[in-house]
Nanobody
Framework: QVQLVESGGGSVEAGGSLKLSCAAS????????MGWFRQAPGKEREFVAA????????YYSDSAKGRFTISRDNVKSTVELQMNSLKPEDTAVYYC??????????????????WGRGTLVTVSS
């Protein structure tokens, strides 16, 4: 059974940057797509970014496109989310996720995902 542990959250001023990391264990990391979701206070969890098994294909939400970059290290079994030009509306708990497939669509469509516990990102204006 896969386990996911996020780190790297914190508080930052608008315009700043943060890098989130997620460490995976419990299965062959390189076989599966990975992704990030977030949940802001009072809102539903939403998709942020996904990366396929090999790292060659990525997909972003409109809000993340151009500001966030997802990457993975299949040797270290980690996935990262580099967030730049942060805005107060990026404030949320960010969750790492993985599923049963190798493609980004498996993440985007939230098919039977396993979640980490989340890490809080707070962006002040």
């Amino acid at each position: 059974q896969v386990q996911l542990v996020e780190s790297g959250g914190g508080s930052v001023e608008a315009g700043g940057s943060l890098k989130l990391s997620c460490a995976a264990s419990g299965r062959t990391f390189s076989n599966y797509a990975m992704g990030w979701f977030r949940q802001a206070p009072g809102k539903e969890r939403e998709f942020v970014a996904a990366i396929n098994w090999g790292g060659g294909v990525t997909y972003y939400s409109d809000s993340a496109k151009g500001r966030f970059t997802i990457s993975r290290d299949n040797v270290k079994s980690t996935v990262e989310l580099q967030m730049n030009s942060l805005k107060p509306e990026d404030t949320a708990v960010y969750y790492c996720a993985t599923g049963r497939g190798s493609a980004t669509t498996d993440i985007v469509q939230a098919r039977e995902l396993t979640w980490g516990r989340g890490t809080l990102v707070t962006v002040s204006s």
